[in-house]
């Protein structure tokens, strides 16, 4: 078991968040390799860390002064067992392979628990976005297009968004891949309506965060209404699990970027909701104007001086992390529980470190691990595919039921599988397992290849 942990760490050292992900899905599956000793002889674990493809390039861009800027593009086609390499694309300063690995592998999981037919894929580039004119955005969006089409298309590699890349970024993207190919497909996800895109796809992964956490409460007995609620970013997911949130009674406190924090003891009410999406996605503004527009509340900037977030040691029952990888500390971890925080439920991508995992799980409380959680995004994803398919848009409603069908029924699943593995309400155990479960599976039967 190890062994592969070390091998990885032999062949590619330094991949810190890569084979942090890989170590958490290693650990939970080691009983199902003790019960399927064809999984070993068939070495399906080395064959799953490895990506089938990566693609790595040059995407070099102009600004507006006329200078010329390099920056890197990147596609990890990680596995294609049960669909199209299927996942978002993170434009972010802090890219590089091992995140963007992490995320992949991670997607495998994830798309397989959706039980639609993706594959897991991710990419990117170190480009930053913020400060950058539209027109700056676009020129790099096509540069990074004009390489990245070779490799995708509507049957082999469908990308979306994810940190850094929205419905602005999508439609540059979209726009390049068409004149070059000369073909209108669904290759990418996250389109705007009236050009292929799908309703609730958008709010996908934020609803399906809260519909998850609304399972989980209910094997409690218990429900989101009055309950206090910590969410951090202020992004697209952050927005989202915001609304849903409301929608079920139940109060948001914080929000954050990454310059910093508000807390809003009033709660972030319908139109405050209205000025942060207006701030991010329109005015692309800071979460610090908040406070400005709203002065009986309160800001805190970043401090690099701390080891940890004051924004978890907030009162609260309830915690949604929705900014990035690693935000949720061991000492985090100790204030949610110290503040009887009883529920955590990931709509960002591995935002707990392990130890932070280990501590809700020796706390027993509820805690849905993003590729269970934050999977409503690509299921919505899976079902625009379908949508395109067909060439027809099915209503609000209909996708807003399938994606609450989905949510459930990986809340089910993940339930069942801990059960069958004598752990018991451990999200972690269910959705690692029955993920890797159906992965494998398909790999044995398509041979060694
Ligand atoms: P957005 O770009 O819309 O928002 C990201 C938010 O997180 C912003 O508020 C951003 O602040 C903050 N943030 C980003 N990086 C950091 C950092 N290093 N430190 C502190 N704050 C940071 O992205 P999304 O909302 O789409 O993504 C958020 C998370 O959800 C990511 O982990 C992503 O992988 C995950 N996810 C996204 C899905 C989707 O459909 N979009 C689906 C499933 C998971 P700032 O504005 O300052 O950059
Ligand atoms: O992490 C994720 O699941 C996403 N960023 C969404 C991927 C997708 O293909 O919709």
Redesign the pocket.
Known sequence: MTDILELMQSRDPGEREFHQAVEEVVDSIKPVLDRNPEYRRAAVLERIVEPERIILFRAPWTDDQGQVHVNRGYRVEMNSAIGPYKG?LRF?P?VNLSILKF?AFEQVFKNALTTLPMGGGKGGSDFDP?GKSDNEVMRFCQSFMMELFRYIGPNTDVPA????V?AREIGFLFGMYKKIRNEFTGVLTGKSLNWGGSLIRPEA?GYGNVYFASEMLATREKTLENKICLVS??????QFTTEKILQLGGKVVTL????GYIYDEEGVDTEKLEFVKRLKNVRRGRIKEYVEKYPDTHYADVDPSLDYNPLWDRKADCAFP????N?INEKDAMHLMKNEVNLVSE???MPSTHQAVDIFLDHKILYGPGKAA?AG??AVSGLEMAQNSMRLNWPREEVDNRLKTIMKQIHQTCCDVAVDFGEPGNYVVGANIAGFVKVVDAMLDQGVV
Do not use: M, P, R, Y
């Not at 968004?161 to 850094?164: F, L, R, T």
């Not at 970013?233 to 952050?238: I, P, R």
């Open positions: 978002g972010h802090s995320l913020k968004g994810d940190i850094g929205g992964t970013g202020s992004g697209n997911v952050a954050s970027d990454s310059s929705c900014a990035t990888q935000e709509g960002a991508n934050n995004g690509v």
